[in-house]
């Protein structure tokens, strides 16, 4: 059998979160080439829950029985992973490839390009972040002369590998669980919008994924309306708990207020689903379609999966998701570019002037307006790009992609040198069954006269 290289993965494979889904994906296509052995050492992903690898779950066991108990190993990988931010980027195998969704702005942040060039290759899930990424340029500076002593720009290779849905699980369903079905029992109305994705930091407007904006927009669209849909939100901020719950309702209630008049109802989904309670949930007959204000995805995993229950996906016409969303299958948001906040990105990722997208908030309310009194129409678009994404963008897709950058990147590796036993000859021992050594007669010796 030929040599399989050593591949050390270092991701966040067992939390609750993008990574964490993008991470075990890696994974389970790594397991599915048969060309590695594989070995896991998982990190957390900032507050995210831990929870996400199930012993009982036949598409986890691989995973699981991969996992490194301790962080160390008997010798160097041949080849490292990292999932992680890129500044964190760390290259400890032979060859490093490091896997990021990038950042949903158009400037990357100088400490994350030190990361990329730390890597023999980068990998990014999206066009978007490839195009943003390869041209950044910084003027380096003396820290005491403060004089220009050079650039900094990637200088290492960017390949663009999409995030596959499983679609085993991510499909058209009229199966739900008993607790999600009775959970949307509560919601009165028969239409709902459906957002999915984190209420993150920022004000009003400045949030990375826009939902305080799609609230307020929902909720102008749709007052004293005799005939009103509802919205959904299946959102958390940093941790499910009771805490963050009440921290967003209060959100959603503050919004609320500013807007006048007979308001349609917003309702929360707050806490941990699993993959097939979240398939439910798009499917779910109350729910009609999918929507997003977001400023900008590094790929948008959330819309992609919503995308295959055959609903219309409404979302803006710029970042990640425009890889999967196509014009002829979904809703397409115009907008214009603004500059981001410092406040709406996590210390040290903001740069003078990045920017990213906003939507028309009032050609956004005339689209939602429209989906919800001629559905119909909309139903078409989404049956089509349901099928489209099917195969372009699922999981076994993404193998076979990821498959063809290796077979593109990687070097070739030689087995590492067997351990050999050395075998010395016997030595007898020397004792009395040994001859003795013959003694040699020396002649003697004449005087001699001088």
Known sequence: ?????????????????????HSRDIVRSLIAMDKFDVKIWPVRWGATAQNALEENNPKDTPIIERLLGQPNMERQPDIHIHIVVPNEFQPLGKYNIGITAGLETTITPPIWVEGMNRMNLNIVPAKFIKKYIEPVVFDKHDERTKQVIGQLRLERPVEVLFEGADTDIYKQTKEFSKPLHEELLNIKEDFSFLFVGHWLQGELGHDRKD?????????ETFKNKKDQPA????????????????????????ITKTVQGNLPSVYLLHG????????????HPKIK???SFTHGEGFG??????????????????SGQTDFLTKDGAILLPGGMNDVKPDSLMKGLHVKD????????NYASKVLKDVFENYDKHMVKGKKLSIMNQTKFSLDAMTKKFEEILDKHLPNFEAPAKKVDLKLPKLKKVGSDTPPPQKMKLPKLKKVSV
């Open 1 to 21: 059998m030929s040599y399989r290289p050593l591949v050390l993965v270092t991701a966040p494979v067992g939390t609750r979160s993008g990574y964490g889904s």
């Open 211 to 219: 939902l305080g904006m799609l609230i307020k927009t929902f909720c």
């Open 231 to 254: 919205l959904v939100l299946k959102t958390s901020g940093a941790t499910p708990s009771i805490l963050d719950r009440e921290d967003i309702l209060g959100k959603i209630d503050r």
């Open 272 to 283: 941990d689903f699993s993959d097939d309670e979240m398939n439910g949930l798009y499917n």
């Open 289 to 291: 379609a999918h929507v």
């Open 301 to 318: 995993r959330p819309l992609l999966e919503a995308s295959l229950s055959g609903k219309p996906v409404i979302a803006p016409n710029w």
């Open 354 to 361: 990045t920017k990213w997208f906003t939507v028309n908030y």
